[in-house]
């Protein structure tokens, strides 16, 4: 197909389409004339993949670009590739140096050990849950660090799921895909529900009590609320 034909079927707009190929983001067409080239599926494809960690993702335009090479590069292992693509999506959060932080990284030093995580040595994740440890305690919020084993429950059946989904690729394009996919919109799936499960527990300990202690039936009352969050969780499925 011809660029204008895949600006069409991907909704990239021309000049896009040829900035990321000058940025390495995408692989040129096959040329058919000076002036000419052809493009496949693949293009397509790895349009609609960078559209998506874009826009749904949030990711920036060079992390997209590190995703995707170590994705193209066959000597790379999926775990880097998987690796890139949370660096992209973790919040790092850099905290004050001091006793707090230190205290906090030995804390996370001490949920890995006591949970049996097997984690590459200086993982940028722990690093930043030792940061977001130490921001909770600084500003008087230390109490949520008390529910740390409950969230760390949540996140290890939520992997195991994710890994379910990779094992059932078996070529390495699909494979390397459904890992960058499942790390970034998995992370914003897991977001809005968490923003659904919230507002749920809010109205069941809070409006339900109101008068009459009626509840709102689904898809009634509350529907802006809702709307927001499965507009959340739609985008991320897509």
């Given at each position: 197909?011809r660029?204008?034909?895949?600006?069409r079927?991907s909704g990239?707009p021309?000049?896009?389409?040829?900035y990321?190929?000058?940025e390495?983001?995408l692989?040129?067409?096959?040329?058919t004339s000076p002036n000419q080239?052809?493009?496949g599926p693949?293009?397509?494809?790895?349009l609609?993949?960078?559209r998506?960690?874009?826009e749904?993702g949030?990711?920036?335009l060079?992390?997209i670009g590190?995703?995707?090479k170590?994705a193209d590069?066959?000597a790379?292992?999926?775990?880097n590739?998987?690796?890139?693509?949370?660096k992209g999506?973790?919040?790092?959060e850099?905290?004050?140096s001091g006793?707090?932080?230190?205290?906090a990284?030995k804390d996370?030093?001490?949920?890995l050990r006591?949970?049996?995580?097997?984690v590459?040595?200086?993982t940028?994740a722990?690093?930043s849950?030792?940061?977001?440890?130490?921001?909770l305690?600084?500003v008087?919020?230390?109490?949520?660090?008390?529910?740390?084993e409950?969230?760390?429950d949540?996140a290890e059946?939520?992997?195991?799921a994710?890994?379910?989904y990779?094992?059932?690729?078996v070529?390495?394009?699909d494979?390397?895909?459904?890992v960058?996919?499942?790390?970034?919109?998995?992370?914003?799936?897991?977001?809005a529900?968490?923003?659904?499960?919230?507002e749920?527990?809010?109205?069941?300990?809070y409006?339900?009590l109101g008068a009459?202690?009626?509840q709102?039936?689904?898809?009634?009352?509350?529907?802006?609320g809702?709307?927001d969050?499965?507009?959340g969780a739609?985008?991320?499925?897509?």
């Amino acid at each position: 197909m011809r660029i204008g034909e895949l600006s069409r079927r991907s909704g990239v707009p021309v000049p896009t389409i040829k900035y990321y190929v000058r940025e390495r983001l995408l692989p040129a067409g096959e040329l058919t004339s000076p002036n000419q080239a052809e493009y496949g599926p693949g293009h397509e494809r790895r349009l609609r993949l960078i559209r998506v960690l874009l826009e749904v993702g949030g990711l920036s335009l060079a992390t997209i670009g590190e995703v995707l090479k170590a994705a193209d590069d066959p000597a790379q292992p999926v775990l880097n590739v998987l690796g890139a693509a949370a660096k992209g999506v973790t919040p790092l959060e850099e905290g004050e140096s001091g006793p707090e932080l230190e205290q906090a990284r030995k804390d996370v030093a001490e949920l890995l050990r006591r949970r049996d995580w097997q984690v590459s040595a200086g993982t940028t994740a722990a690093e930043s849950l030792a940061g977001v440890i130490s921001a909770l305690r600084r500003v008087g919020h230390g109490g949520l660090v008390d529910l740390i084993e409950r969230y760390a429950d949540a996140a290890e059946s939520v992997a195991r799921a994710d890994i379910g989904y990779v094992q059932r690729r078996v070529a390495r394009e699909d494979l390397v895909e459904s890992v960058v996919v499942g790390t970034v919109l998995g992370e914003a799936m897991f977001g809005a529900l968490r923003r659904l499960a919230h507002e749920d527990v809010s109205f069941r300990l809070y409006e339900g009590l109101g008068a009459g202690g009626g509840q709102v039936p689904a898809g009634d009352g509350g529907a802006a609320g809702a709307s927001d969050g499965a507009g959340g969780a739609g985008a991320a499925g897509g």
